[in-house]
């Protein structure tokens, strides 16, 4: 829970470094929306309004697959309850910390009868850090990032953290 915490964060504080990651693009002039949804309440991890380009990016942190009501079914009424409020398209990213091969990191949409809703699924130990490790924001995500010597990739880490903090003291 602390990560995803820390994530939460991080999101809320560095907004345009987390949808410039998560878009592929360069974006600017965005407003970090409320994370709590109307009707009963339910709190998303981070909700970004891309006024430039009239979009919502939706992040939702996992550290663990499970979760009650199922995620396919809460990104789903994550999706509703924003297109509802905003009625904005919506780019929903689910980012899983923990790595797993637990069958539910690998879903990425809620099927249902005739309803059908998709996402996209990022398990970050899957992905190359350097992006991350170029953007001081997303720095904690790199040393959960793809490695074949994660002691290396954590040195890095800590690295740029140290010149970060002797940056931002001199």
């Given amino acids: 829970m602390a990560t995803d915490n820390v994530c ?5 504080k560095y907004p345009a470094e987390f949808a410039s990651w998560l878009l592929s693009a360069e974006v600017t ?8 949804l109307s009707v009963e309440p339910i ?4 909700l970004t309004l891309l006024q430039s380009s009239n979009q919502i990016l939706h992040v939702e942190f996992q550290t663990l697959p499970a979760s009650n009501p199922p995620l396919p079914f809460r990104m789903l009424k994550y999706w509703v309850r924003l297109y509802d409020e905003y009625g904005y398209p919506i780019e929903q990213v689910v980012i899983f910390l923990k790595r797993t091969n637990a069958p539910a990191v690998f879903v990425d949409s809620f099927e249902e009868a005739n309803t059908r809703h998709q996402y996209r699924v990022i398990r970050i130990w899957e992905q190359d850090p350097t992006p991350l ?6 720095l904690p995500l790199a040393a959960l990032a793809q490695t074949d010597s994660p002691n290396a ?9 140290a010149i970060l903090k002797n940056q931002s003291s001199d």
């Fill in 133 to 138: 490790l170029a953007n001081p924001a997303l």
């Fill in 29 to 36: 002039n965005i407003e970090v929306l409320k994370t709590e």
């Fill in 8 to 12: 939460k964060y991080l999101a809320e």
């Fill in 153 to 161: 990739l954590l040195e890095e880490v800590a690295a740029r953290l």
């Fill in 43 to 46: 709190r998303a991890d981070s």
